[in-house]
């Protein structure tokens, strides 16, 4: 602090004495102070310092800056995020080199879910369950774009982004700009309109798909992208979409109703046109192939001709050949036949010999099986029974009498002898038990 001549009484602050004499205050007034609130805008640094911006959690246009140092960054359970409400035990200061209020955090809980993050979550969970987001309802991109639509702001670096990205990967593709509000409370009406005139010229201009991009942002900033009615339009384009908003992390219902989500405005064009080397690579491999295919075929082909041609060239010397083979079969031929007729010969003497030697042997054994027989027959002969003293009885009639049970007194009898036979009268009949 100052004190000029002439001005005794007037006192000048430097700046940086009136900013150290308001942290004083500050210490000496708000010692430790627990706030709460919603988080917005959340960065951690390399350095592992955390920086945000805590909302008023009523709603009231009321923001604080806030600084988490590494320190007590490490001792959270949780990690922060954009939309979480939160409260923060701390102390005020002031951030001399920009004279900035702010609030140093030395704690923070969880204490809910801010407004915002709460009504993200509603929306997303009813569109949702009405299949908006449903995988059946994606459509695949065009394989080779010619002309692709692009959504954004024609202000920010998305756009060049993509224009870079396309430049550098498929310098054919032409890009159709579409310029919208991405960011505030026009931007969803912007973005149907844009939405709605990109489809409603897709055949004039010749449109294969759209990308629908943004850079990156704070919940806030980002919220057009939720808005139900945008959500609703990408779903219902009628042209391919690609939605690319934010950075990685970021994630907002039009990238869920998107045919395909992006995590950047770069990768969107990465994803919408493939590489153009890639593809001239592709085709040069294929190309090759095709050739050494061709080749492949032509030499055989060749090949083939070439023993065709040597295998009609000479008639004369296959002929030959053929007289050549037909000799020598002829030839063989006549060794075989001679051959074969000996040895036929040779078999039928010895067939003769074994006929001859084997013939007067079977018969004398023929002549003792019949000596045999004819004795076996002799023993059976009636003739011989009877010449021993039997007789023979019968009935008259052939029938053989073998039992007294067949005879009756006064019945006759005829009766077989040797050398004769005789009628007779059976006169009583005695069995032999009686």
Request: net charge positive.
């Amino acid at each position: 602090m100052e004190r000029p001549q002439g001005a005794s009484q007037r006192m000048v602050w430097g700046v940086a004495g009136l900013l150290a004499a308001v942290a004083d205050s500050l210490s000496a007034r708000f010692a430790v102070v627990v706030v709460g609130g919603e988080i917005s805008g959340f960065t951690r640094a390399a350095s592992g310092h955390c920086y945000f911006n805590l909302k008023d959690a009523e709603g009231q246009a009321a923001s604080l800056r806030c600084a988490m140092f590494r320190r007590a960054a490490g001792l959270l359970d949780f990690a922060p995020a954009d939309g979480a409400l939160v409260e923060l035990r701390g102390r005020l200061a002031v951030y001399e080199p920009r004279g900035e209020l702010q609030f140093i955090v030395e704690g923070m809980r969880r204490a809910g879910t801010g407004a915002l993050y709460e009504q993200f979550l509603r929306l997303k969970a009813r569109l949702e369950a009405e299949g908006l987001f449903d995988a059946a309802r994606k459509r695949p991109l065009p394989a080779f774009p010619r002309r692709l639509g692009v959504i954004t702001s024609t202000a920010g670096a998305a756009l060049h982004d993509v224009l870079t990205a396309l430049a550098r990967r498929a310098p054919h593709i032409e890009v159709v700009v579409y310029p919208s509000l991405v960011q505030g409370s026009e931007a969803p009406a912007a973005l149907l309109r844009s939405l709605a005139l990109a489809n409603a010229r897709a055949e004039q201009d010749g449109l294969d798909a759209l990308l629908l991009v943004r850079g990156g942002g704070s919940l806030e900033d980002l919220w057009a992208f939720n808005d139900e009615r945008v959500v609703r339009a990408v779903a219902d384009s009628a042209l391919p979409l690609i939605c690319g908003v934010g950075h990685e992390t970021d994630i907002t219902l039009c990238d869920l109703a998107a045919d395909l989500r992006a995590p950047t405005p770069t990768a969107a064009a990465e994803l919408a046109a493939p590489s153009r080397q890639a593809n001239l690579d592709a085709l040069a491999a294929l190309q090759s192939l095709l050739r050494r295919r061709f080749e492949q075929r032509l030499d055989l082909a060749e090949q083939r001709l070439d023993r065709l041609a040597q295998r009609l060239a000479r008639p004369s010397e296959l002929l030959a050949r053929q007289g050549r083979r037909l000799a020598l079969l002829a030839q063989r031929w006549g060794q075989v036949l001679p051959r074969t007729r000996a040895l036929q010969l040779q078999r039928l003497d010895a067939l003769a010999q074994r006929g001859r030697r084997a013939l007067p042997a079977a018969l004398r054994a023929q002549a003792q099986q019949l000596d045999a027989l004819q004795a076996r027959l002799s023993a059976l002969d009636p003739q011989h029974v009877l010449a021993r003293g039997y007789a023979w009885l019968d009935d008259g009639q052939g029938r053989a009498l073998t039992s007294v049970a067949q005879l009756r007194p006064g019945e006759p009898v005829r009766a077989l002898l040797a050398d004769g036979e005789a009628q007779m009268l059976v006169t009583e009949v005695k069995p032999s038990g009686a």
